[in-house]
């Protein structure tokens, strides 16, 4: 099946500074990543959706200029936290398709704590 | 607007027990896709199944079954015989137009040995 990885794993960061979390598409052509964030005992909830070579789309309430995605090709997307805060603090989930294909393959997930 | 609902924040079984997770959804389209994953303490997510809006035959995968009702807009999952092993977070979600997925509040499952 088609993976998707996360890199990093974990991460923890101070108060006020920016963490990029990568994600890639190591057997496939990814045309579609989405980004999800998930807080403790909750739901996934989607943050936003990209398209190689274009702008995310970000889902309400989600600001952009503080989580920054770059889908730059085919096989890589990141999402960097921008001065990031203790609120920030979650379970990074990306996942990616290709073509319309409805099936999404997901990463591993990233556990970031901002102290 | 799609939705998913899990009414079950956690359910908690005696092994070898049968358990059902409920998952009703609420969708405009007429194409659209219904999945389940499990999320182990771990965090990463594993892919169980995928069903299309035009398949309403039920599937079975060892201890696994799934059961498809469009009249009652419901995609429930039931666990037979089952194992400490299968303790997890189980999610229900929702894929319309061949974008966003959008995942239910998730069910807890407790499995006492």
């Known amino acids: 099946g088609a993976v998707v990885s996360q890199h990093p794993s974990r991460v923890i960061c101070k108060s006020g500074t920016s963490v990029k979390i990568e994600c890639r598409s190591l057997?496939?052509?990814?045309?579609?990543m989405f980004w999800y964030r998930q807080f403790p005992k909750q739901s996934l909830m989607l943050m936003a959706t990209s398209n190689e070579g274009s702008k995310a789309t970000y889902e309400q309430g989600v600001e952009k200029d503080k989580f920054l995605i770059n889908h730059a090709s085919l096989t890589l997307s990141t999402l960097t936290v921008t001065s990031a805060h203790p609120e920030d603090s979650s379970f990074y989930i990306c996942?990616?398709?290709?073509?319309?294909?409805?099936?999404?393959?997901f990463g591993p997930g990233t556990r970031l704590t901002v102290t | 607007a799609q939705k998913v609902t899990q009414a079950q924040t956690e359910i908690s079984v005696v092994e070898k027990e049968d358990v059902t997770l409920d998952c009703v959804y609420e969708t405009r389209d007429t194409t659209y896709y219904l999945f389940w994953y499990k999320q182990p303490p771990s965090g990463e997510l594993v892919f169980l199944i995928r069903?299309?809006?035009?398949?309403?035959q039920n599937e079975i995968s060892g201890r696994y079954s799934w059961n498809f009702q469009k009249s009652t807009s419901s995609f429930n999952f039931t666990i037979t015989a089952s194992q400490v092993v299968d303790s997890a977070v189980y999610f229900c979600?929702?894929?319309?137009?061949?974008?966003?997925?959008?995942f239910g509040a998730g069910t807890r499952l407790f499995v006492k040995a």
């Open positions: 057997d496939f052509q990814a045309t579609t």
């Open positions: 979600a929702l894929s319309e137009g061949g974008f966003k997925t959008i």
């Open positions: 996942s990616a398709r290709w073509g319309e294909e409805y099936e999404q393959y």
């Open positions: 069903r299309n809006s035009f398949d309403e």
